[in-house]
Every structure is written in structure tokens, then in C-alpha cells.
């Protein structure tokens, strides 16, 4: 069965201060929030690189229209890339 301690029981228990949880909490949510962000952008990458593959040699302008939330920049980035 689960028991749901706070922050403060946790601290108490660790004999540390509270600061020390908040920041061990802290860490595991940016690594976390990490995680998810790699997989949406392989995700991401791995549909531009398809779409590239079975469009290539085509102007900037033709990908941009097709991927619109990516800069002219990222395009090129990710055309000299593949």
C-alpha cells in the first residue's frame, strides 16, 4: 500500500532540510520535462527526415510550407543534417 508523505516528513525522516528535498524534487521535474521534450523532437525529426527523404532536393520554401513551426534556420539545419 502506498503512503503519500510531504516534503517536510521526507526532510525530517532524511534528517536534511526542507531546501534539500525541493531541490532533489526540482531535479527529477527538469529531467523528466527533459525526457518528454528528446521524445517529442525525435518524434518530430523522424517525420521531417521521411518527408525529406521522399522530397528531396526541393527549395526551402517548399518545406516550410510543409512544416510551418520550423524556422528557415532549422529547415537548413536539418537539411545539411540529413
Keep these: 500500500m502506498l503512503e503519500q508523505f510531504t516534503m517536510e516528513d521526507i526532510a525530517a525522516q532524511q534528517q536534511v ?4 528535498i525541493e531541490d532533489h524534487v526540482l ?3 527538469i529531467k523528466v520535462t527533459c525526457l518528454i521534450t528528446m521524445i517529442m523532437l525525435n518524434k518530430k525529426i523522424n517525420c521531417i527526415f521521411e518527408f525529406y527523404q521522399q522530397h ?6 517548399f518545406y516550410k510550407e ?15 543534417w540529413i
Design 17 to 20: 532540510k526542507i531546501n534539500t
Design 27 to 29: 531535479e527529477i521535474l
Design 56 to 61: 528531396r532536393g526541393e527549395r526551402l520554401k
Design 66 to 80: 510543409q512544416f510551418d513551426t520550423l524556422s528557415y534556420f532549422q529547415i537548413e539545419s536539418i537539411n545539411r
